[in-house]
């Protein structure tokens, strides 16, 4: 019941900028942790960036990432971004979108994967 539904890939040349949406839908009663992760084919699959609201709250990037993606939520929407800049080509891969959630009257806290969206970069 639980949905996530990524969107915003797409080809885009060296250096430039996508912006990511990642949206959740179902019966939500709380979103603890949203991560994107990336594969690129035949690879594994990585982790990109993640953050949680537990505690203060963090944010978590790849070094290979670092300074050219950005991770937000906006609560009230049930979803989150991923802004990526100064994108290379080593960036082209799926990107998936990942949520700890807990349901309604369920107690447990669940992982939930989305699709999937293709960014590729080239020129």
């Known amino acids: 019941q639980v949905q996530l539904v990524e969107s915003g890939g797409g080809l885009v040349q060296p250096g430039g900028s996508l912006r990511l949406s990642c949206v959740v839908s179902g019966s939500i009663q709380r979103i603890y942790f949203m991560a994107w992760y990336r594969q690129a084919p035949g690879k594994e699959r990585e982790l990109v960036a993640s953050t949680t609201n537990v505690g203060s709250g963090s944010t978590n990037y790849a070094d290979s990432v670092k300074g050219r993606f950005t991770i937000s939520r906006d609560s009230a929407k049930n979803s989150v971004y991923l802004q990526m800049n100064s994108l290379n080509p080593d960036d082209t891969a799926v990107y998936y979108c990942?949520?700890?959630?807990?349901?309604?009257?369920?107690?447990?806290?669940?992982?939930?994967w989305g699709q999937g969206t293709q960014v590729t970069v080239s020129s």
């Open positions: 990942n949520a700890h959630i807990t349901i309604v009257s369920e107690s447990l806290k669940y992982s939930y």
